[in-house]
């Protein structure tokens, strides 16, 4: 089973900083899937296969990576992107998630 | 809209066994893979299983393989859970999830708490 580890597990920015959020693979994947979850409500997909933003989801975040490092970046922090956000990714019939990055605002 | 709307949640003593429902709305049904995922009061998400778009290959973790069944009628645009065995470690809420190969988790119902104690 291919695990995922997420770094860091919680953090906090401040409105209009740069946020990266780390997501490392046991082994190589070909893609990286995201979600965000707000408390109280199902995960919504965020990012997927890399770097393709799902809808409705806005252009301040970004996804990249390969083999076994990627990440997800929010260009300029704002209050409504206070979640947790959980990596994914499915190879060879291997689907884990990883333990999820907990992100707050200042 | 899409829906994905799950039932059949709730208290079950260890052992004892429990099927949730999914029915799914405003896309058609057949076309889509479609997949379980649970998460653990306070801890992260965990794929439970996976069924292909006409039932014919499922998938599961190994922690619930020979005691969960996942299944599907595309006449009804429902998915199913049976869930025999019970363990206080599947104690969750479950969600309903559409599956887009090559993996990902597109559309999620509002998910069901399944409690297992005694």
């Known amino acids: 089973e291919i695990v995922l580890t997420q770094s860091p597990t919680t953090m906090a920015a401040s409105p209009g900083e740069k946020v990266t959020i780390t997501c490392r693979a046991s082994s190589s994947v070909s893609y990286m899937h995201w979600y965000q979850q707000k408390p109280g409500a199902s995960p919504k997909p965020w990012i997927y296969?890399?770097?393709k933003l799902a809808s409705g989801v806005p252009n301040r975040f970004s996804g990249s990576g390969s083999g076994t490092s990627y990440s997800l970046t929010i260009s300029s922090m704002e209050t409504e992107d206070t979640a947790t956000y959980y990596c994914?990714?499915?190879?060879?019939?291997?689907?884990?998630f990883g333990s999820g990055t907990k992100l707050e605002i200042k | 809209e899409v829906q994905l709307v799950e039932s059949g949640g709730g208290l079950v003593q260890p052992g004892r066994s429990l099927k949730l429902s999914c029915a799914a709305s405003?896309?058609?049904?057949?076309?889509?893979?479609m997949a379980w995922v649970r998460q653990a009061p306070t801890k992260g998400l965990e794929w439970v299983a996976s069924?292909?778009?006409?039932?014919?290959?499922?998938y599961y973790r190994d922690s619930v393989k020979g005691r969960f069944t996942i299944s599907r009628d595309n006449a009804k645009s429902s998915l199913y859970l049976q869930m025999d065995s019970l363990r206080s470690e599947d104690t969750a809420t479950y969600y309903c999830?559409?599956?887009?190969?090559?993996?990902?988790?597109?559309?999620w119902g509002q998910g069901t708490l399944v409690t297992v104690s005694s």
């Open positions: 999830t559409t599956f887009i190969p090559p993996g990902w988790f597109a559309y």
């Open positions: 405003g896309f058609t049904f057949s076309d889509y893979y």
């Open positions: 296969d890399t770097s």
């Open positions: 994914q990714q499915w190879s060879s019939n291997s689907l884990t």
């Open positions: 069924i292909s778009y006409d039932g014919g290959s499922t």
